[in-house]
């Protein structure tokens, strides 16, 4: 019996109303003891909602028949009596018959997918008698359950299982290959986790494997080791030779052109990673819509999402901020549709990020708090750090908030430094810089800007570098002009107003201050065009840029363009700046 099948959960459905008229039931009499609506009872029976494990198991329970009278292609009318008059052998081929049907059921479960349901099934098997004692059987449902819980963002259980299932394969060459696919699910489980360097001891295991898809797999899953570490160069040389295996996979027949297809997407997806961590994101964009219309064709739901995420983020840092709040508002949605709750985390922290950049930092806070949530339900360290984050850059917008603001940023730096990465600590200590900015602490400043700098140069990040340029430039001001250059060159649009914002500030440029409020003018604009809250201005240094620029035109005696300037900007704050300077 094909459960997959319309036809399959059609004839589920009849076994099920067969067991209900000949216990005599009504259907509220058993939707009661099973536990759920009269409406759902008549989805089982019409074939168009499969049965839970869990509830099918009631409703057996409740009818006297066994759990194999839905499931066996053999069933007999009269099964009831033989269970009731069975023995010790016929008892065995029943837990038999029970583990085929539930893999079945589990197989059906996969595709489409539904994992919480897939999870339950193979728990039910593991707890049938000779499971325990059969490594493949134990092997591969251990696996099921931990791809399982993987794909719902359930690190911790997902993790236990895995290992499960990778000490029932190990030793076993039949099992091999069952082995390196539970090392490859364990690895991005272990990323998640914070553990890069047992992570990369998986992947490296899983390259080896015997198969043609474990080995490009692990390969390019190393490589991605290597892009979180910042080893760009070596993580490059890995997705390379992953496609490299990919390709002579496919020229010697070991690959179909569309497994090549598939597997070369994923290559292209983590080959973007590296120009997004570098800074370059008119090198990411190309490889980024590649990636996004191949995905489509593939129906490769997942590195679909990867993309609009990469897009997005290419968005946010060269100043689509629209574009990017559209998009993340979306990817919440898509991700929180397919159940993976892991980007669904990383759109909300991210999308806390860029409210609280253009100063609507109430709503960043509930986005960060609720990305926090999420993560910290399912031990996703990865995701706690960005939340941190996101609440961090709230704070740090909301008037008397600096305390809260500096305990979120430490909290992410304290996840960023336990995970080895040290982008991630680049980032975190920018935060910490920018408090240290924001409440005249100096010291704080310094140590962190130079920190963040260091870190950058070493990992080749220029717009982290660009970014630690312009804190730096609060106490050496020379710095501004190499963040600017930077800047320019990659469009970041962040760096490229911070920069003219601390040029204008340490020499009284007007040009400079007039450059500023140029592009901090287009993000009002847009946000305004796409229906958004216009708080840009809230943020200290963003208003700062307005009254520098201001403040030298009158000074320069060129009030006329002063007032033209503050008509323009349509802040009210701004009113009694100019009437205390122009008097």
């Keep these: 019996m094909d459960l997959s099948t319309r036809a399959g959960r059609r004839e589920q459905g009849r076994r099920i109303q067969v067991a209900v008229e000949r216990a005599g039931l009504s259907i509220e009499e058993l939707a009661g003891r099973v536990g759920c609506s009269r409406a759902l009872i008549y989805q089982y029976l019409s074939g168009s909602t499969l049965a839970q494990p869990d509830r099918l198991q009631r409703i057996a329970a409740s009818c006297g028949v066994p759990l194999t009278h839905f499931f066996d292609e053999n069933v007999r009318d009269d099964a009831e009596a033989q269970a009731a008059s069975a023995g010790p052998a016929e008892n065995e081929l029943a837990n038999r018959n029970s583990t085929v049907s539930l893999l079945e059921l589990a197989a059906a479960q996969e595709a489409p997918s539904d994992y919480a349901a897939l999870a339950r099934t193979c728990e039910q098997i593991l707890a049938l008698p000779g499971t325990a004692s059969d490594p493949a059987l134990l092997a591969k449902t251990c696996l099921r359950i931990g791809n399982a819980f993987l794909r719902t963002s359930d690190y911790s259980r997902a993790a236990d299982f895995l290992r499960r299932a990778i000490s029932s394969a190990a030793g076993d060459p039949s099992l091999s290959a069952l082995e390196a696919d539970a090392r490859q699910s364990y690895g991005h489980v272990l990323i998640s986790l914070g553990s890069l360097d047992d992570a990369r001891d998986q992947f490296l295991a899983a390259s080896r494997g015997p198969g043609v898809a474990s080995q490009w797999k692990g390969t390019l899953s190393l490589g991605s080791v290597h892009t979180m570490l910042g080893e760009y160069r070596e993580a490059m040389a890995r997705f390379d030779e992953a496609a490299s295996i990919i390709e002579a996979a496919q020229e010697d027949g070991r690959l179909s052109a569309r497994d090549a297809a598939i597997g070369l997407i994923y290559v292209d997806g983590n080959r973007t990673n590296v120009y997004l961590n570098g800074g370059d994101f008119n090198g990411a964009r190309p490889l980024i819509q590649r990636s996004l219309i191949s995905a489509e064709a593939y129906g490769i739901a997942d590195e679909h999402l990867e993309a609009r995420f990469d897009l997005a983020w290419c968005d946010y840092h060269t100043g689509n901020w629209a574009s990017a709040i559209s998009a993340l508002r979306a990817n919440v949605q898509l991700a929180r549709f397919v159940g993976d709750r892991s980007r669904e985390t990383l759109a909300q922290a991210w999308l806390g990020m860029v409210y609280a950049a253009s100063g609507d930092c109430e709503t960043a806070l509930d986005a960060g708090k609720e990305a926090l949530t999420l993560a910290q339900s399912r031990s996703d360290r990865r995701g706690e750090m960005y939340a941190q984050l996101a609440m961090a850059d709230a704070y740090l917008g909301l008037p008397h908030h600096e305390n809260e603001a500096r305990y979120h940023a430490n909290l992410a730096l304290a996840v960023a430094v336990?995970?080895?990465?040290?982008?991630?600590?680049?980032?975190?200590?920018?935060?910490?810089?920018?408090?240290?900015?924001?409440?005249?602490?100096?010291?704080?400043?310094?140590?962190?800007?130079?920190?963040?700098?260091?870190?950058?140069?070493?990992?080749?990040?220029?717009?982290?570098?660009?970014?630690?340029?312009?804190?730096?430039?609060?106490?050496?001001?020379?710095?501004?002009?190499?963040?600017?250059?930077?800047?320019?060159?990659?469009?970041?649009?962040?760096?490229?107003?911070?920069?003219?914002?601390?040029?204008?500030?340490?020499?009284?440029?007007?040009?400079?201050?007039?450059?500023?409020?140029?592009?901090?003018?287009?993000?009002?604009?847009?946000?305004?065009?796409?229906?958004?809250?216009?708080?840009?201005?809230?943020?200290?240094?963003?208003?700062?840029?307005?009254?520098?620029?201001?403040?030298?035109?009158?000074?320069?005696?060129?009030?006329?363009?002063?007032?033209?300037?503050?008509?323009?900007?349509?802040?009210?704050?701004?009113?009694?700046?100019?009437d205390s300077l122009s008097s």
């Design 418 to 578: 336990s995970m080895q990465s040290e982008r991630a600590e680049a980032e975190c200590r920018l935060r910490l810089a920018r408090f240290g900015a924001h409440t005249d602490r100096i010291s704080d400043l310094v140590e962190h800007a130079d920190r963040a700098l260091k870190l950058a140069d070493k990992l080749g990040a220029r717009h982290l570098e660009a970014l630690a340029l312009c804190w730096k430039s609060v106490v050496t001001p020379e710095a501004a002009e190499k963040a600017l250059a930077i800047s320019a060159e990659i469009g970041l649009t962040e760096g490229i107003w911070r920069a003219n914002r601390a040029l204008a500030a340490a020499s009284n440029s007007v040009s400079a201050a007039a450059d500023a409020c140029r592009v901090l003018d287009a993000l009002r604009e847009q946000l305004l065009a796409a229906g958004l809250t216009d708080t840009l201005l809230e943020d200290r240094y963003c208003l700062d840029s307005y009254r520098l620029y201001i403040q030298g035109l009158i000074n320069s005696g060129d009030t006329d363009t002063a007032r033209k300037a503050l008509d323009a900007s349509n802040w009210p704050p701004l009113e009694a700046l100019f």
